[in-house]
């Protein structure tokens, strides 16, 4: 049986980076290891790092509580505050933070200190946006929905700077940024969602329309996983949701000729690749 397996199956660049940072330091560091909030919301990759000693500060009060080893941050980013409260602990600090999230926070900033108030289209309540947030030295606004961005009142005085969460769908913010420029006033807009979503989701399309049965991998709660099931779907009418090889049905794999697989943005590439090896058996 012929196996296609999706390049971008799987964890983006910036969290396989921030995971292995994590597995690294866990390896190597004689004192306590912690992240800053889950480095990933995959269970067993954080049960995983448990038992290899690393743990998990929920927010200010359980950093404030320790007092020796290393705080990784991760690929989200954090507010400036947290990389405050890390040294003034006298903690090490390891920043995994996505180098595109670190743009968003260098931007934010820079025109903050040029008089300019800032918008961040996404979701208020994401820690993304939350750090974002955090690098902002002027006016701050958080729009995620028609109706906001409708709403929003800019000064009159200061030009508006634009950046958005990195997770955005662009057709969304595009729509934002067009009610928002229509109001008339100086605006700055910088387009900085990644593609990384996008290039997972168009692979995905191009594997399902060649093969005979394809699988997707990924947490039956992962939203991103679930919109990779309905793009295959859409595709090839033998598509598979499984979450670990134990759901995968061997035998209806027999009969086919080609098999493609992809995976969510936040599954383990082991368990891609124990799939991936079983249908090549
Ligand atoms: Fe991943 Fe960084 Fe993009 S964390 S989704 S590569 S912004």
Not at 176 to 189: A, G, H
């Amino acid at each position: 049986m012929k196996v296609i397996k999706a390049q971008t199956a799987g964890f983006c660049f910036g969290v396989k980076r921030a995971v292995d940072q994590v597995y690294d330091l866990a390896a190597k560091e004689k004192e306590p290891v912690y992240t800053y909030g889950p480095i990933i919301h995959n269970e067993e990759v954080v049960r995983d790092l448990e038992e290899k000693g690393v743990q998990v500060l929920n927010g200010k009060e359980d950093l404030l509580s320790v007092k020796k080893g290393t705080v990784v941050i991760r690929s989200h980013g954090v507010a400036e505050e947290v990389y405050d409260l890390i040294c003034e602990n006298g903690l090490n600090l390891a920043d995994a933070t996505c180098p595109f999230v670190k743009k968003i926070h260098r931007i934010v900033r820079r025109e903050g200190e040029n008089g300019r108030e800032i918008v961040i289209i996404g979701n208020a309540n994401h820690p993304e946006v939350e750090g974002i947030r955090g690098w902002c030295v002027s006016k701050v606004t958080v729009i995620g929905t028609e109706e906001e961005a409708e709403e929003f009142e800019p000064n009159s005085d200061t030009g508006v700077c634009v950046v958005s969460q990195t997770t955005f769908n662009y057709k969304k913010f595009n729509k934002l940024v067009e009610i928002l420029s229509k109001k008339r006033y100086d605006i700055l807009v910088l387009n900085t969602i990644c593609n990384a979503t996008e290039e997972r989701q168009q692979e995905a399309r191009k594997i399902a329309a060649d093969v005979d049965a394809m699988i997707v991998i990924g947490g039956r709660h992962s939203s991103n996983t679930q919109k990779l099931f309905e793009i295959c779907k859409e595709e090839c009418k033998n598509t598979y949701y499984i979450q670990t090889l134990e759901d995968l049905d061997v035998h209806s794999m027999q009969s086919m000729s080609c098999v493609g697989i992809t995976a969510g943005a936040s599954t383990p590439n082991n368990i891609i690749e124990e799939v991936h090896k079983e249908c090549q058996k």
